[in-house]
């Protein structure tokens, strides 16, 4: 139940073998990659620099996992949050769930993205063609997450 | 003394990264800190009047307004988060 904030890249093949090697209980391994686009509100965005609250991302990260085990059956998870200046393509963030069925895989991860996205203190800024500018928080990403709480 | 973090727009907005502040009489939750330091007036006033979007962890957990603080506790102010 790793979770990892880094200014380094990742290699989404080389976490999911590592996830999964010598366990045979795995049925399923579901994944999610963040990536940083090259348009945002109709600006050019020539790159963003991501910040976060050292000594709390983690334990956010950490608690949003917790959360993930008590609601699905999930063996493990993986969750790393880069930081720092990135570029259009770079990834951003990936989540990486293994269950024994894809249900719980599926759900626990979109569960966990949706939950980074509100809870977790981590911040963009971005640098576009209408000048610098901190990201907005999105009412869609609050409305998101609220949805696991009815279902819950 | 209770450490005082600012971070993204709110840090740059302020102009200041952290302070050590000694709680004063009559602060004991996050609303009222966050009321306190409107005081201080223009851009503080500015951005944490009440109705603006402002988070608050208190020791590195999401807070809400009647979590309580004591001496010797972290409590952070920022943006709603937009990581992801």
């Known amino acids: 139940m790793a979770v990892r904030v880094q200014t380094e890249d990742f290699d989404i093949g080389a976490e999911i073998l590592a996830l999964k090697r010598g366990n045979p209980k795995i049925g399923a391994v579901a994944s999610f990659i963040g990536l940083v686009r090259d348009m945002n509100e109709g600006d050019v965005v020539s790159e963003m620099t991501l910040e976060h609250y050292p000594g709390m ?33 770079d990834q951003i963030v990936l989540v990486v769930v293994s269950s024994a069925h894809r249900g719980d895989a599926f759900a626990a991860c979109e569960f966990i993205m949706d939950y980074l996205k509100t809870r977790a203190p981590f911040w963009k800024k971005e640098n576009t063609s209408a000048g610098s500018r901190w990201v907005e928080a999105r009412e869609s990403d609050d409305k998101a997450a609220d949805k696991w709480q009815q279902d819950g | 003394m209770v450490k005082l973090v600012y971070l993204a727009r709110l840090r740059e907005s302020f ?6 502040i000694v709680l004063p009489q009559g602060v004991c939750d996050v609303a009222w800190l966050r009321q306190w330091l409107c005081q201080r007036g223009e851009t503080w006033a500015r951005e944490l009047a009440p109705g603006r979007p402002v988070r608050m962890a208190v020791n590195h957990a999401l807070a809400k307004d009647k979590t309580v603080i004591t001496d010797g506790d972290e409590v952070a102010f920022f943006p709603p988060v937009t990581g992801g």
């Open chain 1, 57 to 89: 991302s983690e334990k956010a990260l950490e608690a949003i996992v917790t959360e993930t085990k008590q609601r699905w059956d999930i063996l493990d998870t993986l969750v790393i949050h880069r930081v720092g200046v990135l570029k259009p393509t």
């Open chain 2, 15 to 20: 102009g200041v990264t952290a302070e050590d």
